[in-house]
């Protein structure tokens, strides 16, 4: 684990910023079945990793988004082409519902190379 720290003043106050991070870097993200994983800090147990097949995290939040339903109505149609775009040229943004509906070659985001799926998916 490395400790980065700094200082900063805030109302006559010096505050002090300490940072950890895990080593390999491995910040916490919520996958597409709605599972968090990498690792987070618990301030009393340390380093928690959660990508541990016998224990882990998981939102409650219904099951998997269903792909190309980035508006998350439960239908694919022309309603999720607007968020789609919105989503494909802000590099993001949403929450992980959406960004794993329009993620279809499943990177990580919403980019180009999901266009061409997201249409298809339209089309069927």
Known sequence: MLIQGCTAAKNNQSLIYVIAL?????PA???CTGRLQG?????NVGWINLDDEAHFVAMNDGAAPQDCDVNDDGDVNGLDIPLFVDLLLSGGGGDWRQTCAGD???DGGIDLDDV?????????
Do not use: K
């Open 22 to 26: 895990a080593d390999p870097a491995q």
């Open 29 to 31: 993200l919520i996958d």
């Open 39 to 43: 690792y987070v800090w618990g301030e």
């Open 104 to 106: 279809l070659d499943a």
């Open 116 to 124: 061409a799926a997201f249409v298809a998916c339209l089309l069927e």
